[in-house]
């Protein structure tokens, strides 16, 4: 995402917060009292009210390789358990604010850890990837046939399950970018005989 489109998101996400009642301290202390006693439209006052600590943590974590709309999503779901929380330890108004943000700053690291590690592992995967297919293709080259796995698996220095789920991977993908292309020429044979046959009668 560019500078330009994460600043108009978050333009966005601040009009939405900004669009919500401002509550004092007290305020927010009479909607958690009434909240306890099951009052559910002071306990949706009080989720619309934590978005303003969500987007403040959102915009603290924007620079970790997330993009702002989905921090924002993953705060506003820790901060409904959150809230939730708070609730019914009937906490006070004056500490509502910075639990809120304290529950979604953990969740957000959290959450960015997950993400961190899934680019890591992808990233892998495809270094993975390629180097099976350099070892496939120098172990032909020097035999004259397809490699077996435990060949490739002793070429690399890695177990053989590491070989199957690599060879699958690598196999599935070429079988998927073969099928697109079959399918890419089918419908350029039939744009083609629409055309001749539309010739051909009028001939």
Avoid: C
């Amino acid at each position: 995402m560019s500078v330009r489109e994460d600043d108009t998101e978050l333009d966005a996400l601040a009009a939405q917060v900004r669009a919500g009642p401002k509550l004092s301290t007290e305020a927010v202390g009479a909607l958690i009292t009434a909240a306890v006693e099951g009052d559910r439209d002071a306990h949706a006052a009080l989720v619309e009210h934590a978005l303003s600590p969500v987007l403040a943590e959102a915009i603290a974590h924007r620079n970790r390789g997330m993009e702002l709309l989905d921090l924002f999503q993953e705060g506003s779901l820790a901060a409904l358990v959150a809230v939730e929380e708070y609730v019914e330890r009937t906490g006070n108004g004056a500490g509502f604010a910075a639990y809120i943000r304290r529950v979604v700053n953990r969740h957000l690291d959290h959450v960015i850890e997950v993400h961190e590690a899934a680019v890591a592992e992808a990233a892998e995967l495809v270094e993975d990837t390629r180097l099976l297919d350099v070892a496939r293709v120098a172990l032909r080259r020097q035999t004259g046939r397809q490699p077996t796995e435990t060949e490739l698996a002793a070429v690399l220095l890695w177990p053989p399950e590491r070989v199957e789920l690599i060879s699958g991977i690598l196999d599935n993908a070429r079988s998927d970018f073969d099928s697109d292309i079959v399918q890419y020429l089918d419908d350029v044979d039939n744009d083609g005989d629409d055309g001749g046959d539309g010739a051909g009668e009028g001939e």
